[in-house]
């Protein structure tokens, strides 16, 4: 179940979906622009998406995945939409 909110778009959900099961790491850049058009302004965050070399996993992708079924993540660095929804998904 997906309770979508400002950042956390459905084509970020998507695309976080498929740079995790493909391991495309190319799309990255791609993912950050999405989530900084949608609002998202943790530059930590966005940086890291854009910058920072990766090989098997992506704690960030990982948990923006996560967030999508309602699982806790790393608030710090994914800052849950303002609405709260998304920590309440059971
Ligand atoms: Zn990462």
Redesign the pocket.
């Known amino acids: 179940m997906i309770q979508l909110g400002e950042w956390m778009t459905q084509d970020v959900v998507n695309l976080a979906r498929v740079i995790q099961k493909d391991l495309a790491w190319n799309l990255?850049p791609m993912l950050a622009d999405l989530m900084e058009e949608n609002g998202f302004i943790n530059m930590m965050t966005l940086k890291?998406?854009r910058r920072?070399t990766?090989l098997s996993?992506?704690?960030?992708?990982d948990g923006i995945v996560d967030l999508a079924e309602g699982k806790a993540c790393p608030v710090e660095l994914l800052p849950l939409p303002s609405s709260g929804l998304l920590a309440r998904i059971e």
């Open positions: 990255m890291h998406l920072d990766h996993f992506c704690y960030l992708v």
